[in-house]
């Protein structure tokens, strides 16, 4: 089984930055793909960005791409979601989720609780 924990979600103002974590523990983590996720509300949950077991593959939402840029740290079991020039529209639930496949953008075998993220206009 395998525990993920975000972290860093908060209010900020559009065009402002956060920076998402995601820590896992309960598996090898050099040996989980991991993806970020999102649900704004009345809408279906989304497809944000996915990395790779060794970082060395990315996938980037094209409603996101230019702004959100997703990494790995390996060595702390840790994943990150740097977002830049944030949008009203960027207002949701972020979820992480990682999967024993080396590389994924939709199947996920585990999930975070989620963390909020409100970006005011």
């Known amino acids: 089984q395998v525990q993920l924990v975000e972290s860093g979600g908060g209010l900020a103002q559009a065009g402002g930055s956060l920076r998402l974590s995601c820590a896992a523990s309960?598996?090898?983590?050099?040996?989980?793909?991991m993806g970020w996720f999102r649900q704004a509300p009345g809408k279906e949950r989304e497809f944000v960005a996915a990395i790779s077991w060794s970082g060395s593959t990315t996938n980037i939402a094209d409603s996101v791409k230019g702004r959100f840029t997703i990494s790995r740290d390996n060595a702390k079991n840790t994943m990150y979601l740097e977002m830049n020039s944030l949008k009203a529209e960027d207002t949701a639930v972020y979820y992480c989720?990682?999967?024993?496949?080396?590389?994924?953008?939709?199947?996920?075998?585990?999930w975070g609780q989620g963390t909020q993220v409100t970006v005011s206009s």
């Open positions: 309960g598996r090898t983590f050099s040996r989980l793909a």
């Open positions: 989720a990682a999967t024993r496949d080396w590389f994924s953008t939709r199947n996920y075998d585990y």
